[in-house]
Structure formats: C-alpha cells, structure tokens
C-alpha cells in the first residue's frame, strides 16, 4: 500500500490560528507565539504563514508603516513614485530577514514610514484609498501591512519558517497574532498568506467563507477593492468598515457577521427581536456564511469568534493581564503552562482583549 503525505491531502478544517494580547501593554518578543504555533505544525502544509505584532515600531509610532511586496524593480519604482507624491516619506529599507532553505521564490520586501503630505479630516480613508490603488492598479506590487506602530510578516511555507525568516524574535510588541495556512480554495502566494491586513487591522481566518461573493459586492459599494481572490480578505474589510466607519462595537459587529438564525430571534422579548431583526436587514450582505474561527487584532484590541454553529475550534485562556487564543489548547498550554482559566468560544459570541496601558518606555521583554 502506498503511504501519502498529510500534506497531500484537502483538509479544509486544517489553519492553525493563535493570539496572544498583553492587557497591560508589556511587550515580549515574537519567540513565544513562534514557540505556540509551532506546536499545530500538523494544520498547515508549507503553503502559507505569518504574524501580525503590535507595539513594535515605538520610534515611529506616528507614522504609518507600509510593507509592501514586489515581484519587480519596475513595480518598485512605480509604487515608489506613487508613495513620493502622496506620502512624506521618513525611512525606507528592505525588511530584516535571514536565509531560510525551505523560503524560496520570495518577492522583494520593503517597509517605509511615512505620513500622508496633505492634512486631512478622513486620513484613514486615504491611506486605505493608497492601499486600494497599488494593490489594484500597480502590476507586481502589493500592500501588506499599512497600520501605525505594527506589522504584518508573512509569506509561502510554514510558519515557524516564515517566523525565523522575519526574524520576528527581534520584535516586540503587545499583542501577536499567527497563522499557519492549509488553502480550500485558493492557492498559495505570498500575498495570500495570513495575517490580511488594512490599517492596523490584521485577520487570522480557519475556515470557509461561502458568502464571499455577496460580501465581496457589498463591500465594493462601499469603496472596498477585493483583489486577493480569498475569502479572509473580505472580513479584514468588514471590520473596517464596521468597526471604524460605522462606529459599531465588537459584541454588535458579532451579531452581525455571526447573526442569530431567525428562529432564534423570533423566541426573543420584543425589544431584542426588533433590534436583531433591523441588524439582520441593514447588514444582510455582511454575513458571513459558512465555518470560521477568527483572530482580529487592531491597535488596542484582539477579538476572537466563532461562526454561529461553531464549526471550527477556538479556545481562550487568560493568565493574570494575558489573553490568548488558539485553535488548539495545546498551543496555549506550550507557553503558558498553567493558565487562571480556559474555556471554549460559544458559538457567534465574541472574546475581546482590549489594551488597558501603552508603554512604550518598557523596551526589555517580558517573559509570559
């Protein structure tokens, strides 16, 4: 009998997702989540991983830090041009990484810091207009990471590869997100990895986004280019547009992206039916269908949810200020091995980790 592989196989329940947030504002460096992802090698398959970590630009905190991918130096001196004419830029260079065997066919990898030349009321809406323009009009070049005082680090392989390539254990910051891929539906490219990232938004995703074409749609109404071909894609936008253009708080972004099934809401008292009957009207083409276990992090906050029937793992833990979450228990347990409490996410109800202190004065890791 011929033996397979796992890799060789679709294993469509598979990603590895993992979130460590410090509430008090400690930073550590990227050691600890490289150490917990690691530990769910068996759910990607060397097609994609990364991190998202927060704090870890303090003398540039102001600033938004783009990293961006090129496949050529042509689209390197467009975008660059581009950035030039918009954006007053403070530093540019090459992201630290190191040689690793098993990374190969990488793009060029470029981070700038830099502030928009005009002053604007809606700068958020311009910087994400920038990201919109070079991922859609400049051919080879792409925006992966475009928040203040964080970054996204990701790329083809797995992710304790991808993690020592970025040399992430230089790093420190607050809140770390990861990802290890194993791709249903798309293939595996550089910019297909996980984290997705807008702002200082960063989505790590599980699952099967069967709604993508009807959240696609509505997101391009309201100014949202989706040019990755990927599912994961599209909730990053969601949170932006709920959470910063809509003003809406997680517990409703949550009713919204995991609505209660209408028979639910027809048992509920009448004041609640009539509210979740007016989200699930409002927000119809924002909810997402089909499996997930999602991180979010943003700047202050890290989220993690569970589609409405929970058909993909997630557990929380919480040790003293520390909240993660991880697809598997185990991947908690490697780092923090006696957490205060653990539990398992309920179905369509948020866990929220909201950052009480920035310090940036603490430049010295802390252990977890």
């Known amino acids: 009998m011929k033996l397979v592989a796992d890799r060789d196989y ?91 065997s098993t990374i190969t066919q990488r793009p060029m990898l470029w981070r700038y810091f830099m502030s928009p030349r005009l002053e604007l009321e809606t700068e958020e809406d311009f910087v994400v207009s920038s990201v919109m323009h070079i991922n859609s009009n400049i051919r080879n070049a792409f925006v992966f990471s475009s928040g203040k005082n964080m970054g996204i680090f990701k790329g083809v392989g797995f992710p304790e590869d991808i993690g020592i390539f970025y040399r992430i254990e230089e790093y420190r910051g607050w809140t770390w997100i990861a990802h290890g891929r194993f791709p249903t539906n798309s293939v595996g490219w550089w910019g297909g990895a996980h984290p997705f990232g807008l702002l200082d938004w960063s989505v790590v995703h599980n699952g099967e986004i069967s709604s993508y074409g009807i959240n696609k749609r509505y997101l391009e109404n309201c100014g949202y280019k989706c040019t990755l071909s990927t599912d994961t894609e599209v909730i990053t936008y969601l949170f932006d547009l709920l959470s910063r253009k809509h003003g809406l708080s997680f517990e409703v972004i949550s009713k919204i992206l995991a609505a209660p099934f209408w028979h639910d809401i027809e048992r509920m008292p009448q004041e609640k039916r009539n509210f979740y009957t007016r989200l699930r009207i409002i927000y119809a083409s924002a909810l997402l269908n089909g499996p997930f276990g999602i991180i979010v992090g943003n700047s202050r906050h890290m989220v993690g949810l569970s589609d409405r029937i929970k058909l993909r793992p997630l557990v929380a833990a919480t040790k003293k200020e520390i909240l993660y979450l991880a697809s598997e228990e185990s991947a908690i347990r490697e780092v923090c091995p006696e957490p205060d409490r653990v539990w398992a996410l309920r179905a369509g109800e948020p866990v929220i980790g909201e950052l009480k202190i920035q310090d940036e004065t603490k430049n010295n890791s802390d252990k977890i």
């Not at 469509?12 to 990227?30: E, K, L, N, W």
């Open 10 to 100: 679709r294993v469509p329940s598979g990603c590895a997702v993992i979130g460590i947030i410090d509430q008090s504002g400690r930073r550590f460096d990227g050691s600890v989540v490289l150490k917990s992802i690691a530990v769910m090698h068996e759910r990607s398959n060397g097609l994609g991983g990364g991190f998202a970590a927060y704090g870890i630009y303090p003398d540039y905190a102001d600033l938004y830090a783009f990293h961006i991918m090129y496949e050529t130096e042509q689209a390197r001196d467009v975008t660059e041009q581009y950035l030039n004419k918009e954006y007053i830029i403070e530093k540019a260079e090459q992201i630290p990484t190191r040689d690793v």
